[in-house]
Every structure is written in structure tokens, then in C-alpha cells.
């Protein structure tokens, strides 16, 4: 028995000691990685990577060769590391998701994202197990942390295409969150009848400037229409996007997994257009 203790713990030690140098290994090695682009901008609905698509650039064999290994390990471990949620720049904005129930005879109700503080002044947000949702959230609207209606003229075809393009992308993401908001009212309120079309905006706050006081004003801007009463139409996406410009709703038909910036403009270095930072802030290291 003492033997047999003994061995068991040897083995432990030695796989713990295994562990340990593999970590020092792969933490710097995977890091170093990220500075060759080498996956693709989207694995799924709501799934991006902050790089350039890995057929497009001249990749060494030998980094995607380590690349498959580490990435796999950081996502099967949960350390996929995301570094430029703090450099080189930062969003100017936040968006919080809102579902708004419509009906014909009475008023409507917007159910607010529970990540979205009653004052953003003055809040605080204590951890806990709710990243994957708003993750979720997130990546609903992801790309207006620049949209401004006041500013977007010079870019209204890019703009107009990356709405229709997200949404078309992530259909079934959006219903199945727009869904999900309607069956948790309808449990708390199972008198109610069912809307006639439940829709997603994102509300848009602006980040003050350094120094700046401001009382920051909230834009409610409309992203995606879904008809819960309606069977739809195979030929169509279950849901509409809406067009900013028109002010109106758009009905894709169904066509290959849209990439999230395929239509956007190439953009340079220095180019400032709320929209082109967007697709230049997801490229690069």
C-alpha cells in the first residue's frame, strides 16, 4: 500500500510538474503568436477574431503549424487571450442590447439589457458567471461603437451594407435572443397577449472625453424586426434589418454565411471614418 501510495503520488507531481512547463511555454509563445495573423475573422454567428482572414496574408507554415496548437489549447482552456479590448485605441461608445415588445392595441415594453446600469454615471458592476451573455449581447450589435447618425453621409453605403450584412449573418442569434426576451416576459406576464413584432436595438452611449462632463445622452438605435406570429417564408431570413438611412425595414433572402466586413470599404492607416476605424481596429495585433 505504501508503495502504491507512493507511485500515485510521484505520477501526480510529475503530471502537475508537466503542466507547469507546458504553461510557461505556451503562455509566451501564444502571445507572440497573435503578432502573425493567422485565423479566420469569424468561426460562427458570434464568433470574430481580431485579425485579418488567414488566406489573404502570407503566413509562415510553421506559425499556423504552432498557432493550431496554442489556439486550440487557449480555447479549450478558456485563456484565449483578447488584448485589444485595452490597445491600441478604445471604443468611443457602448452599446447595451433592448428588446421592445409591440402590439396593436396597447403600449409597447422594452426590456433592457441587465447589464445596461440605471445610471451610468454612478455604478458599479460586481463579478459574476454572466460573461457569456453578454458577450452575446455584444456581438449583436458589434461595430456601432462607431455609428453615428449625424456622421455617417460619407459612409452611407458601407454603413447601409454592414447592417443588413450583420443581421443577415446572425439571424438565427438574433431570434433566438429576441425569442428568449419574449418567453421570460411571458412568463412573468402569461396574461399577455403576443406581440405583433418584438425588435432589437442597441442603446448607444457616448464615452465622454478626458476631462469632459457631459450628461450622455442615450441613442436608441433600431437593429433587427422579428414577427413572432409568423410563419415566415423559406426563401427569407426569419428576421428584417433596418435601414438606418430609409428608416425603414429590409427582408434578406437566405445566401451563403455573410462575413462580417466582406462589403467594407479597404481603408488606410490614418483613415478616421467611424465605420473604416471599426474594420481597422479588428485588424492587426
Not at 65 to 90: E, I
Request: aromatic share 12%; glycine share 4%; hydrophobic share 40%.
Amino acid at each position: 500500500m505504501t508503495t502504491l501510495a507512493s507511485s500515485g503520488k510521484t505520477l501526480a507531481a510529475r503530471l502537475l510538474g508537466a503542466f507547469v512547463v507546458w504553461q510557461l511555454i505556451f503562455i509566451p509563445t501564444a502571445n507572440l503568436l497573435d503578432f502573425f495573423p493567422h485565423r479566420v475573422l469569424s468561426t460562427d454567428e458570434v464568433t470574430d477574431f481580431r485579425e485579418q482572414p488567414a488566406d489573404s496574408l502570407p503566413t509562415s507554415p510553421v506559425v499556423n503549424a504552432l498557432a493550431g496548437v496554442t489556439d486550440r489549447w487557449a480555447q479549450a482552456t478558456g485563456q484565449y487571450q483578447m488584448w485589444w479590448l485595452f490597445a491600441p485605441s478604445f471604443p468611443p461608445q457602448a452599446t447595451f442590447a433592448t428588446t421592445e415588445l409591440r402590439w396593436d392595441d396597447r403600449p409597447s415594453v422594452k426590456l433592457h439589457s441587465r447589464f445596461e446600469p440605471a445610471n451610468p454615471q454612478h455604478y458599479c458592476r460586481l463579478p459574476g458567471s454572466n460573461d457569456r451573455l453578454f458577450q452575446y449581447e455584444v456581438h449583436l450589435g458589434l461595430g456601432l461603437v462607431y455609428w453615428d447618425a449625424a456622421a455617417a453621409g460619407p459612409e452611407e453605403a458601407a454603413w447601409r451594407e454592414h447592417f443588413r450584412t450583420l443581421v443577415a449573418r446572425q439571424s438565427k442569434s438574433m431570434r433566438a435572443y429576441l425569442r428568449w426576451r419574449l418567453a421570460e416576459y411571458q412568463a412573468a406576464h402569461p396574461s399577455e397577449p403576443l406581440p405583433r413584432e418584438v425588435i432589437l436595438s442597441m442603446r448607444i452611449y457616448r464615452t465622454p472625453g478626458a476631462g469632459e462632463v457631459s450628461p450622455l445622452a442615450v441613442v436608441e438605435q433600431p437593429v433587427a424586426r422579428w414577427f413572432p406570429s409568423s410563419a415566415g417564408s423559406a426563401d427569407l431570413l426569419p428576421i428584417e434589418a433596418y435601414d438606418p438611412f430609409a428608416k425603414t425595414w429590409v427582408r434578406e433572402s437566405f445566401s451563403p454565411q455573410h462575413d462580417l466586413v466582406s462589403h467594407a470599404p479597404v481603408v488606410g492607416e490614418k483613415d478616421s471614418r467611424p465605420l473604416s476605424r471599426y474594420i481597422a481596429d479588428r485588424s492587426g495585433p
